[in-house]
């Protein structure tokens, strides 16, 4: 029972930062997408964009305090 309890947790979660990464500009998601997905990391990012290191860095502190904005008022 409590395993199930933590899965339901976990999908509810899940769906709420789905949710949530909707609300994201579509840059904000794309950095998301090369962080996390692509593994790059910020220099790469910001070499690949043609910006500085400084730009993707503030870029990726924005998007983390939108999300948990976000999460915070469901």
Same mark, same amino acid.
């Given at each position: 029972?409590?395993?199930? +309890?933590?899965?339901? +947790?976990?999908?509810?979660?899940?769906?709420?930062?789905?949710?949530?990464?909707?609300?994201?500009?579509?840059?904000?998601?794309?950095?998301?997408?090369?962080?996390?997905?692509?593994?790059?990391?910020? +220099?790469?990012?910001?070499?690949?964009?043609?910006?500085?290191?400084?730009?993707?860095?503030?870029?990726?502190?924005?998007?983390?305090?939108?999300?948990?904005?976000?999460?915070?008022?469901?």
């Amino acid at each position: 029972e409590m395993q199930r +309890s933590l899965v339901g +947790s976990e999908m509810c979660i899940r769906d709420r930062l789905k949710e949530a990464m909707l609300e994201l500009t579509p840059i904000q998601r794309r950095t998301i997408y090369k962080l996390f997905v692509k593994n790059m990391s910020q +220099s790469e990012i910001a070499r690949e964009e043609g910006v500085n290191r400084t730009s993707v860095k503030n870029r990726i502190d924005g998007i983390y305090s939108r999300l948990k904005k976000l999460l915070e008022k469901k």
